[in-house]
């Protein structure tokens, strides 16, 4: 439990002891000449506190004190200037009744930990962009089928064999190692290593950073994996001629670069 | 309204009258009891929506589909030059995939006489069927490109650290998926081009060690490419690899929250 700042029990209790109609320490200069003793300057701005200060005056500054009390200056004659047995109604500068105590800002009594973040709404600044990619894809598939048919070749032949047989394109770096090495090593040990390494990278690569310039190695690695896959199969794809011998694409034509 | 009242003997004129009948129409419909049952609060077809924060909240909440998303995301997340939204389109492509390819099953027949002939036939004699035909084509091959680059955008984020490193895991598992999916579907046209490439695939499998010839010959039902493959690998296509990946997917997706969302910024 929190404990609350002496200067806003005594306040509290004159208010309470004004309410019920007990005379409390002045008249309506009470909280004024109660205030400024124990000062200690620290919770409440010292311009809020002599507005507060001013029987009546500067309303607008909402001194916190002057919060639904009889306006003492020209309060009524009957009670001699002391508070009248019922709150008044309606008596703050904006007709409120409830007072405000004190502001307490966050962090002073609680101990925050998360910082609230630069957070926004997913609706609609997220599914905005994630509505306008797909309806870009689709319209890219779309014109693209549109002016380009999915190859339909004769039917299957078992005995007829197609020089050159490719592999789909996205395999055709297997293929094109298999050309090089003996195929233990190119169809099993070089993929297998690759793949394993590639699904345990974050146990391997220890390095917490996420900025570029701390990761060098493991940037510079992926880059030469990555390509290292990219250039066999640019090379299947458009350098393999007859018998998966090597040819340049403009040598035997790229007719048949959309057979995928 | 306000001309109506300054002249109460003039009718309004007929456009302003359609607007109003226009308006009434729209107010009883989504009055009415069976709207607001199928539109939850904070839906932008419910009554009185308004763009508050509340309702903001709301849409994603109360949506079956969106809810996969959080209310809020970190302000760098929505950045399409961060992510430049390859996940995302990697799974719109696997819906767009599921759609064409279900058009695709009621026209075509896995069995060695039937299969490269219903293509034909569907090429020639089904409305919109070669476009649809192209569209799954075209977006299988654009799957597998969005998929490795966002595995290398992940990678060059360094988005797989710690606490992601298991999604990392699952996400090579759906590459994999992804190439399997792509390969599988490669035969299903039972034309040379779909025998031979596969010829060569499956060939390049058998070099595993120990197992290689095994998997080989479950996954051809066969010492080589024949019927009973058609028929394994359609089976494969259309239903068991999609099985798998929905539920890695899952996984995924469900990781990227639990994990704190996407990583970053850099």
């Known amino acids: 439990m929190t404990e609350i700042p002496e200067h806003l029990l005594r306040r509290s209790a004159e208010a309470r002891a004004r309410a019920t109609g007990a005379p409390a320490a002045g008249e309506g200069e009470a909280p004024a000449a109660a205030q400024p003793d124990d000062d200690d300057g620290v919770t409440i701005p010292r311009s809020l506190l002599e507005a507060s200060q001013q029987p009546g005056g500067a309303p607008a500054v909402a001194g916190m004190a002057a919060y639904g009390t009889p306006q003492a200056g020209s309060g009524p004659a009957g009670g001699g200037g002391v508070a009248t047995a019922l709150p008044p109604l309606m008596a703050g500068p904006a007709g409120n009744t409830h007072r405000l105590l004190t502001v307490v800002k966050s962090g002073s009594i609680q101990d925050v930990k998360a910082s609230p973040g630069d957070k926004v709404h997913v609706w609609p600044h997220l599914l905005a962009a994630e509505f306008t990619a797909a309806l870009f894809i689709t319209a890219f598939t779309l014109v693209f089928s549109l002016f380009i048919n999915a190859p339909l070749l004769e039917l299957a032949n078992h005995n007829e064999t197609p020089n050159p047989s490719k592999a789909p394109w996205y395999f055709l770096g297997l293929q094109e190692l298999l050309t090089m090495f003996d195929p233990m090593i190119a169809g099993v040990t070089i993929p297998g290593v690759a793949l394993i390494l590639l699904a345990f990278a974050p146990y391997v690569d220890k390095n917490p950073s996420l900025r570029p310039e701390d990761r060098k190695f493991a940037i510079s690695i992926q880059t030469i994996h990555l390509m290292f896959w990219a250039v066999l199969v640019i090379i299947g794809s458009f350098f393999r001629g007859q018998g998966f011998n090597f040819t340049y694409p403009w040598d035997t034509g790229l007719h048949g670069i959309f057979h995928l | ?266």
């Open chain 2, 1 to 266: 309204m306000a001309n109506t009242l300054e002249s109460p003997d003039t009718k309004p004129k007929l456009p302003q009258r359609l607007q109003n009948a226009q308006q009434q129409a729209a107010d009883w419909m989504q009055d009415s009891q069976f709207w607001t049952s199928i539109f939850r609060p904070g839906s932008i077809f419910r009554k009185g929506y308004t763009d508050s924060p509340r309702n903001r909240s709301y849409v994603i909440m109360n949506s079956v589909l969106y809810h996969l998303h959080p209310v809020k995301v970190k302000r760098h997340a929505v950045k399409v030059s961060y992510t430049l939204c390859l996940g995302g389109l990697s799974f719109f492509l696997f819906i767009l995939l599921t759609i064409t390819g279900i058009f695709l099953m009621f026209f075509y027949r896995p069995t060695d006489t039937a299969a490269w002939l219903d293509i034909e036939s569907l090429h020639t004699q089904v409305a919109f069927g070669l476009l649809v035909r192209n569209m799954h084509r075209w977006a299988a091959h654009l799957m597998v490109i969005t998929v490795f680059l966002h595995m290398a955008r992940v990678f060059y984020h360094g988005a797989y650290k710690a606490p992601r490193e298991f999604n990392w895991v699952v996400g090579v598992m759906l590459l994999q998926l992804t190439l399997l999916l792509a390969f599988t579907g490669y035969l299903l046209p039972w034309d040379q081009l779909a025998l031979w490439a596969v010829t060569v695939g499956t060939n390049m499998m058998g070099f595993t060690p120990v197992f290689g010839e095994q998997v080989r010959f479950v996954l051809l039902g066969g010492q080589q490419i024949g019927a009973e493959t058609l028929l394994r690998w359609y089976v494969l296509h259309v239903l068991m690899l999609p099985f798998v990946i929905v539920i890695f997917m899952a996984i995924h997706f469900w990781r990227v929250r639990k994990d704190g969302g996407i990583s970053g910024p850099l």
